[in-house]
């Protein structure tokens, strides 16, 4: 065990296993990543510890007035962690942006069903957090199909399939070939929110990158660009807390 007693120093534990150490008390993750161009420092719900992304040839030692530069906001996200909430009967979770409780009724069918403000689940208790899961997939596929094609249109281009996965860094992506991902968790943001990732990765369909051409499509097809990309970064990893056993919180990596 290699150990710095300054306060914030990094102190690796080789008993944890490779790449884990704390520093101040909070676990940390330190990777080696070969297409790393700068350092990276993340804080990860799920797991509650940071992650440190290294480029090839930077040691720990050298990281350390990057962690230095970070480490009061290493400390508010470390602090402010927001509790889990699992999909369980009496739970109160978001849609669309506003607040709807899950009911349990054993005696309707297996599936959900959308009563404003709640959501009626079917169905034996047994499976019911999977089936909200999924619920919430097939209706955010509904949506998140529905905006793709509308504004595919608007900018005459084609796409290819769309997958929803519950991904951890990004909200959404366009690969080359044009196939579309998105997280199934924006369909708990306001819709506005939902509207803003589609404009984006659908604009990647005319320009794959981040030019000044690119953001004129997503600002042709929604006039709410930077109100919705504040909300994602305000309240966004509040969307990984929900679906998850106590145990595992969500999570959204802030990049820097």
Same mark, same amino acid.
């Given at each position: ?6 306060? /914030? ?23 080696? =990543? ?7 420092? &993340? ?14 040839? *930077? ?32 739970? &109160?979770?978001?849609? $669309?942006?506003? @607040?709807?409780?899950? =009911?349990?009724?054993?005696? #309707? @069918?297996? &599936?959900?069903? %959308? ?25 955010? !596929?509904? #949506?998140?199909?529905?905006? *793709? ?5 608007? %900018?005459?281009?084609?796409? /290819? !399939? ?62 709410? &660009?930077?109100?919705? !990309?504040?909300? %994602?970064?305000?309240? $966004? =990893?509040?969307?990984?807390?929900? $679906? *998850?056993?106590?145990?595992?919180? $969500? %999570? ?5």
């Amino acid at each position: 065990m290699t150990t710095h007693n300054a306060a /914030g120093k990094i102190r690796v534990d080789k008993d944890k296993g490779a790449g884990l150490s704390d520093i101040d008390g909070i676990p940390l993750r330190i990777v080696t =990543h070969p297409q790393a161009k700068r350092l990276r420092l &993340r804080y990860d719900y799920a797991r509650q510890q940071a992650i440190l992304t290294l480029p090839p040839g *930077v040691t720990t030692a050298q990281a350390q007035p990057f962690l230095d530069q970070y480490h009061h906001w290493l400390h508010e996200q470390h602090s402010s962690m927001p509790q889990p909430t699992p999909f369980l009967p009496g739970a &109160r979770i978001p849609l $669309g942006g506003t @607040p709807h409780q899950l =009911h349990h009724h054993p005696d #309707r @069918p297996a &599936r959900l069903i %959308l009563e404003e403000p709640c959501i009626q689940v079917g169905g034996p208790i047994t499976g019911f957090e999977k089936r909200v899961e999924n619920g919430l997939k097939r209706l955010c !596929r509904t #949506r998140i199909e529905a905006l *793709v094609s509308r504004m595919a249109m608007t %900018l005459n281009v084609q796409h /290819g !399939r769309i997958t929803l996965r519950d991904t951890h860094s990004r909200w959404g992506s366009c690969s080359a070939k044009g196939h579309l991902s998105f997280s199934w968790r924006i369909i708990m943001a306001p819709p506005q929110v939902m509207e803003y990732l589609v404009a984006h990765e659908v604009s990647h369909l005319k320009e794959l990158n981040h030019s000044k051409a690119f953001w004129g499509h997503v600002d042709h097809l929604i006039d709410h &660009r930077q109100a919705s !990309r504040k909300w %994602l970064k305000t309240h $966004g =990893h509040g969307l990984f807390t929900y $679906g *998850v056993p106590i145990t595992k919180p $969500g %999570l959204l990596s802030p990049k820097f």
